[in-house]
C-alpha cells in the first residue's frame, strides 16, 4: 500500500506482527516468512510486537532464518514477549543482528521510527514518547504493538503508527470481543493526514486456525 510522506527517495517497508513462535510455529514457520519477505525486496523489516509466543521455549536455532533476511530486521515487544522473558528475547534477537527499538529512535532513509516496548499501563503513551529523543519534523512511523492511544500518536506528530495485537480476531466468535475491545481493529485508518495500520498478524495466537481473518506479511511504499 501507498502511503503520502515526505520522503527523499522511494523506501519499502515489511511489517511483521504475531509471529507467535513457540510450541506450534517454529524455525520452518520463520523460514517460509524469511522467504517471502526477501522476495518483496524490502528496504527494512518492521516487527511490531508477540515475535515469541511464551508457549514454550525458543533458541538460536528457531530464530535462525532471522539471520537470512537481506534487509535491517528493527523490534518492539507485545505481551507474549514478555511472557517468554523479555530479556531472553531481547538477547536472542540482538545475536541475530536485529535491532531493538523499545523506547528508542532511529533514523532511517530519511525516515524515522520510534518504537515503544510493551507495558500493562494504559494511558501512558504520552509518557513514554517524551522519554524518547526524537524530530517532530520528521516523517515518523511509530512501532506500537497495542492499536491504542492513536490520538496521542497524533499529537505527538507521528505519521504512520504500525500496530498489530488483535489479530482481527482471528476465529469467530472471539472476533466480536476483540472488536468490542479495540475499536481500531484491522487494517488502515486515517484522520487529520495520520495513518494507522494494524496488522491481522503473520501467525496465529493458540490454535493454527482463523475464520474471518488472514494471516499477513504487509508491504508499504513511500514515494519521494
Not at 493526514?193 to 496465529?204: C, N
Given at each position: ?85 523479555r530479556k531472553k528475547v531481547y538477547h536472542l534477537l540482538e ?72 489479530h482481527g480476531g482471528q476465529f469467530y466468535p472471539f472476533n ?37 481473518s488472514s494471516n499477513e506479511i504487509v508491504m508499504f511504499k513511500?514515494?519521494?
Amino acid at each position: 500500500m501507498e502511503i503520502p510522506l515526505e520522503v527523499p527517495c522511494e523506501v519499502k517497508l515489511v511489517q511483521l506482527s504475531d509471529l507467535h513462535i513457540g510450541s506450534i510455529r517454529g524455525e520452518s514457520f520463520l523460514e517460509s516468512v524469511k522467504d517471502i519477505v526477501n522476495s518483496l525486496g524490502a528496504d527494512a523489516v518492521l516487527i511490531t510486537g508477540d515475535l515469541a509466543d511464551g508457549s514454550s521455549p525458543i533458541d538460536d536455532s528457531t530464530l535462525k532464518p532471522l539471520k537470512g533476511i537481506k534487509a535491517p530486521i528493527f523490534f518492539v515487544s507485545g505481551n507474549h514477549d514478555t511472557y517468554a522473558d523479555r530479556k531472553k528475547v531481547y538477547h536472542l534477537l540482538e545475536s541475530m543482528g536485529v535491532t531493538i527499538l523499545d523506547n528508542r529512535s532511529i533514523d532511517f532513509m530519511g525516515l524515522q521510527f520510534v518504537g515503544v516496548g510493551y507495558y500493562m499501563q494504559r494511558g501512558i503513551l504520552g509518557v513514554l514518547l517524551d522519554q524518547i529523543e526524537f524530530r517532530k519534523d520528521l516523517p515518523t512511523i511509530l512501532l506500537h504493538h497495542l492499536p491504542t492511544e492513536w490520538d496521542t500518536a497524533r499529537e505527538w506528530g507521528v505519521d504512520l503508527q504500525l500496530s498489530g495485537h488483535t489479530h482481527g480476531g482471528q476465529f469467530y466468535p472471539f472476533n466480536l470481543i476483540v472488536r468490542w475491545m479495540f475499536p481500531y481493529f484491522s487494517g488502515l485508518y486515517e484522520n487529520s493526514g495520520s495513518y494507522l495500520y494494524v496488522s491481522e498478524g503473520t501467525g496465529t495466537w493458540g490454535p493454527p486456525m482463523r475464520l474471518g481473518s488472514s494471516n499477513e506479511i504487509v508491504m508499504f511504499k513511500f514515494k519521494s
